[in-house]
């Protein structure tokens, strides 16, 4: 039987009421949600990164050498 862990106590899911379950569903599907957002942030700050010293490289010495 699998059990959820709440503030540090466990519940056996298959004794959960229908709504509760529903709530560990909603949940469980906005962690996801959470993780996949923060996964997505982290590839695009390495991306950003990636630009920001392609275009430094880009740039003059000095406004002067344009």
Do not use: E, F, H
Request: hydrophobic letters at 40%; proline letters at 3%.
């Amino acid at each position: 039987m699998s059990n959820i862990n709440i503030d540090g106590k466990d519940y056996p899911i298959a004794a959960l009421s229908d709504d509760a379950k529903g709530q560990l569903i909603s949940m469980q599907t906005v962690d996801k949600k959470i993780a996949d957002a923060q996964q997505d942030l982290a590839i695009l700050q390495t991306a950003r990164n990636a630009y920001a010293n392609s275009l430094k490289n880009l740039l003059p010495d000095s406004i002067g050498n344009m």
